[in-house]
């Protein structure tokens, strides 16, 4: 069974920066495509980065330009490179294949103060 951790989020002012991962276990991950998921306070759950098992990549226009999504096989980890962030940013941040599997992991919570 598929399981994922994700870490890295916290409070930032708006402008900075952070790096979120996520460690995936129970799949083999290098075949899988990948996405960031997040979900802000009274919203569904949005897709803002994905990245595919051949590292292309794909983001929401919202987040374009100032998100990087990587991933590491060897480590079966994949990563969230956050700059210049906006307090619209804030939300809870998943990750999860795309599409997403029906297991998700706790998140992590990411605050933009402004």
């Known amino acids: 069974q598929v399981q994922l951790v994700e870490s890295g989020g916290g409070l930032v002012q708006a402008g900075g920066s952070l790096r979120l991962s996520c460690a995936v276990f129970?799949?083999?991950?290098?075949?899988?495509?990948m996405g960031w998921y997040r979900q802000a306070p009274g919203k569904e759950r949005e897709l803002v980065a994905l990245i595919t098992s051949g590292g292309s990549t794909n983001y929401a226009d919202s987040v374009k330009g100032r998100f990087t999504i990587s991933r590491e096989n060897a480590k079966n980890t994949m990563y969230l490179q956050m700059n210049s962030l906006k307090p619209e940013d804030t939300a809870v941040y998943y990750c999860?294949?795309?599409?997403?599997?029906?297991?998700w992991g706790q998140g992590t919570q990411v605050t933009v103060s402004s």
């Open positions: 999860n294949a795309d599409p997403p599997s029906a297991t």
């Open positions: 129970g799949i083999i991950f290098r075949f899988y495509p």
